[in-house]
């Protein structure tokens, strides 16, 4: 049986149709999703793009629009990932 999916500790939009998320697995996801944009719920403008947050059970992001990513499809779209220092 596979592994239990990471979960969502925090996300960043440092742009348009990118985010930044910090799992539970330790490491530090960067994607562009912008990829996903021909989704029709997908946020048309950076104040949307903005407006997302981790849902109930940290294993998606959703949008005030309605888009959802989930986990698995931002390790999957991830074109950089690191290690995450964690505080003292």
Do not use: K, N
């Amino acid at each position: 049986m596979g592994a239990a999916s990471a979960l969502i500790v925090s996300v960043s939009t440092p742009g348009y149709g990118q985010v930044v998320v910090d799992a539970s697995d330790g490491r530090r996801y960067h994607a562009d999703l912008s990829a996903l944009a021909a989704v029709y719920c997908f946020p048309r403008t950076a104040e949307e793009w903005e407006q997302v947050a981790p849902d109930a059970d940290r294993l998606a992001l959703v949008w005030t629009t309605r888009f959802e990513v989930h986990i698995d499809q931002i390790q999957g779209l991830a074109h950089q990932v690191e290690e995450r220092r964690e505080s003292a």
